[in-house]
């Protein structure tokens, strides 16, 4: 079974503090994603990467950096954390096909920023 | 750029009942995915259609797509408590890489 793990389940932060959230798969999938989640708002995409040290926004990227090293870590930079920044980050994987397949979700870290 | 839109929003029913849920999309697609999220917790993958299949089943679920309406269902027969969650439908995003997820229907089944 493919298994997405995330550095912690919940954080706290405080405001203007520099965070990193880390998400390791161990499938050898290409591709990872980040998204945050909120309510009303749904799933949305911060960044992602289809290969090592490669790296795209996706559609909310402002305030975040991403950093990929090493093809089975993907990490998500706060570089300074704001309280509009609070929310639910889901780290995700899937593979290179010949089609887009299914993504391979981390539990998710809630992070709070006061 | 959210490009399924689930429907509807909440639905409640009763252990034993049938559940459906419906997507709409915007563009063309090569495939549609569906996902369930219980509360507090990451994505997990249920099925994927593919553009050429009208129907799809797996346990307990069935999803059909027709895309000359860019809609699909997913019924989920004879549910259980345990199926309460959230449910996602998701297409591929312009990236081609990443997906465009809908805000999702939030299922409760009671007892």
């Known amino acids: 079974d493919v298994k997405v793990t995330q550095s912690s389940r919940y954080l706290v932060k405080r405001t203007g503090e520099k965070v990193f959230l880390e998400c390791v798969q161990d499938m050898d999938h290409e591709n990872m994603f980040w998204y945050r989640q909120d309510p009303g708002l749904g799933l949305r995409l911060i960044y992602f990467?289809?290969?090592?040290?490669?790296?795209e926004k996706g559609d909310i990227p402002e305030g975040y950096s991403v950093s990929r090293e090493k093809k089975e870590r993907f990490s998500l930079i706060l570089e300074s954390a704001s309280t509009n920044q609070t929310s639910m980050y889901l780290c995700?994987?899937?593979?290179?096909?010949?089609?887009?397949?299914?993504?391979?979700f981390g539990p998710g870290t809630r992070l709070t920023v006061t | 750029s959210q490009q399924g839109e689930e429907d509807p929003q909440a639905l409640s029913i009763q252990e034993g009942e049938n559940a459906t849920m419906n997507c709409s999309y915007k563009?063309?697609?090569?495939?549609l995915q569906w996902y369930r999220q219980n509360s507090g917790r990451g994505l997990v993958h249920l099925i994927l259609?593919?553009?050429?299949?009208r129907e799809k089943h797996s346990g307990r679920l069935r999803v059909t797509l027709d895309t000359s309406k860019k809609s699909s269902s997913l019924l989920i027969t004879a549910s259980r408590a345990a199926d309460t969650a959230s449910y996602f439908c998701a297409t591929v995003s312009n990236s081609g890489y990443a997906l465009n997820f809908g805000k999702g229907t939030s299922l409760l089944v009671t007892p």
């Open positions: 259609i593919r553009s050429n299949e």
């Open positions: 995700a994987s899937s593979l290179t096909t010949g089609e887009v397949r299914e993504q391979y």
């Open positions: 563009t063309s697609i090569n495939n």
């Open positions: 990467s289809y290969d090592v040290k490669m790296k």
